[in-house]
């Protein structure tokens, strides 16, 4: 089955002790996203990643760290999480198409609480 | 101001009822229009694709895209209880369609 995953679904940690969420694809897809969605935010973009080895600052970027070793994996790094990284966290993934018609799958996201 | 407004809601509507979501923009380099359903507790799935403007249909589903007045629309006919989610619009721009601009969704609930 065509599908993003992501692990761990809950994780309540505290404030400063390094986390990391795995996030993986098994569509081939070359672009991988982080997004964090908030009560009357939406959906913000943190990082994303063109192809392996390719990754760039989405719109609120600070205080996360990501990497793109293997096409299939795109896992997003809080090295000292803070409270207002407490969020539901969502990673999606696409066919990197210039113009045409294209989709992003999301994984089924990740609720962060930072105490 | 943000550059996608979309209002929250939340709309209830009876079952059968047609509902119609908005949102507006003001980048009027978008060209990719996008609807995401998302269930709680779930990852947002697309459910329409609209390039430029005009009207694209899909079963009960009808996306409008007004391009002259920065205004897209989403119409649910003959709505189902199992059309109850949260409706995000999303917005692309020619030479950047990676980079998705989210409204904050719209909540709908259809009671039977």
């Known amino acids: 089955e065509a599908q993003v995953t992501q692990n761990p679904r809950y994780l309540i940690t505290v404030t400063g002790k390094k986390l990391t969420v795995t996030c993986s694809q098994n569509m081939n897809h070359e672009y991988m996203s982080w997004y964090r969605q908030d009560p009357g935010l939406g959906l913000r973009q943190i990082y994303y990643s063109m192809n392996v080895e390719v990754t760039d600052k989405g719109d609120v970027p600070e205080g996360y760290k990501v990497s793109r070793k293997e096409k299939r994996n795109f896992p997003l790094i809080l090295e000292s999480p803070s409270p207002n990284q407490t969020s539901l966290y969502f990673c999606?993934?696409?066919?990197?198409?210039?113009?045409?018609?294209?989709?992003?799958?999301f994984g089924p996201g990740t609720r962060l609480t930072v105490l | 101001q943000k550059e996608v407004e979309q209002d929250p809601g939340p709309l209830s509507v009876p079952e059968g009822a047609i509902v119609s979501l908005n949102c507006t923009y003001s980048?009027?380099?978008?060209?990719?229009f996008m609807w995401y359903r998302q269930y709680s507790r779930k990852g947002p799935e697309l459910l329409m694709y609209?390039?430029?403007?005009g009207n694209k249909e899909d079963g009960r589903f009808t996306a409008q895209v007004d391009k002259s007045s920065k205004y897209i629309s989403l119409f649910i006919r003959d709505s189902q209880p199992s059309d109850s989610a949260t409706y995000l619009c999303?917005?692309?721009?020619?030479?950047?369609?990676?980079?998705?601009?989210f409204g904050t969704g719209t909540r709908l609930q259809v009671f039977p």
């Open positions: 980048n009027s380099a978008f060209q990719y």
């Open positions: 609209t390039y430029s403007s």
């Open positions: 999606a993934s696409s066919l990197s198409v210039s113009g045409g018609r294209y989709e992003q799958f």
């Open positions: 999303a917005m692309s721009a020619l030479g950047n369609t990676d980079k998705l601009i």
